[in-house]
């Protein structure tokens, strides 16, 4: 008698099998659901399929590891993000996967980019900062005002154009003061001042 009580027929495969065989349904009368997970498992892929859906192999992870389903990779716990609100207290994607994808999701939000765009970008430019021609291009330059993407600069050149606040004109006396030519105004009235043309 007490071998019933820890055993189930599944009403699908018609085996008997073990109470940790079936995943619980408080809505029946002994708490578990009537299928075994194996039988759950593929009567669910079988639903999608034919809904045109793909449903993921569940692929057997030793303990201590987890399977990223970007690159498909079973790397230790060390590669991933403490995540508390998952089922198992990691992140979906491993360390690596995780930046990649939030850095794409980044270009895309700000800039209006893929990975792939840039990379064509970077790869028009030389791969070099299109105002010191010297520096490798990391830094997406655009138009504080209109969104636009004007190119892709080194740090020092996209820092700089922030500093001057994306001002042609003081760009201009800049590089005028840089050159040599005094930019210095000249006074003409108490308090009117008048700059060299």
């Avoid at 192999?57 to 790397?75: D, L, S, T």
């Avoid at 991933?80 to 990691?90: F, I, L, M, V």
Wanted: some cysteine; hydrophobic content about 30%.
């Amino acid at each position: 008698m007490s071998e019933l009580h820890h055993a189930k027929k599944c009403s699908r495969c018609k085996r008997t099998l073990d109470r940790d065989a079936f995943a619980s349904n408080s809505s029946t009368a002994d708490g578990l659901q009537a299928y075994c997970r194996e039988c759950s498992a593929e009567y669910y892929r079988q639903r999608q399929e034919a809904k045109g859906r793909n449903v993921r192999v569940k692929v057997p992870v030793q303990r201590g590891h987890k399977r990223c389903p970007q690159c498909g990779e079973i790397k230790p716990h060390t590669e991933w993000e403490r995540n508390k609100t998952s089922s198992d207290g990691w992140a979906s994607y491993c360390r690596e996967c995780r930046a990649q994808r939030n850095r794409d999701s980044y270009l895309r939000r700000k800039y209006g980019l893929s990975q792939a765009e840039l990379t064509q970008l970077i790869d028009q430019q030389g791969g070099v900062c299109v105002i010191c021609l010297a520096a490798p291009a990391e830094h997406v330059d655009h138009d504080h005002e209109t969104g636009r993407v004007r190119g892709v600069l080194c740090f020092s050149c996209n820092a700089a154009l922030g500093q001057f606040k994306d001002r042609p004109d003081a760009i201009r006396r800049a590089a005028a003061y840089v050159e040599g030519n005094a930019w210095k105004p000249t006074l003409v009235a108490p308090g009117v001042y008048q700059l060299p043309s």
